[in-house]
């Protein structure tokens, strides 16, 4: 079955960086675009990052321009968050997703991983 597990979240100051791992199984990873949201307590799961299955094309969300990145590497099966310039307002547990590229509705995403807390200090 597709498992999609999230790494490399934790505790970090703010103005601090955190990469984030997406391992995939049990799908053709390279035929899927992947995207990155995120959910703070008491909110909706929202969008981050998206990009397509190539690494050609991505799109981030507004709050996050210039300080993430998405990145993947298909002959790895990982997809990756790089934060960097972290704010405590970042603080969530971050998920990774396989779905349509220019999705930002999580409703729309086929597959989902556990998540991993990212927690910023002030």
């Known amino acids: 079955q597709v498992q999609l597990v999230e790494s490399g979240g934790g505790l970090v100051q703010a103005g601090g960086s955190l990469r984030l791992s997406c391992a995939a199984s049990g799908l053709t990873f390279s035929s899927y675009a992947m995207g990155w949201f995120r959910q703070a307590p008491g909110k909706e799961r929202e969008f981050v990052a998206s990009?397509?299955?190539?690494?050609?094309?991505?799109y981030y969300a507004d709050f996050v321009k210039g300080r993430f990145t998405i990145s993947r590497d298909n002959a790895k099966n990982t997809l990756y968050l790089q934060m960097s310039s972290l704010k405590p307002e970042d603080t969530a547990v971050y998920y990774c997703?396989?779905?349509?590229?220019?999705?930002?509705?999580?409703?729309?995403?086929?597959?989902w991983g556990q998540g991993t807390q990212v927690t910023v200090s002030s």
């Open positions: 990009i397509s299955w190539s690494g050609g094309t991505t």
């Open positions: 997703g396989a779905g349509p590229l220019r999705a930002t509705m999580s409703k729309a995403y086929d597959y």
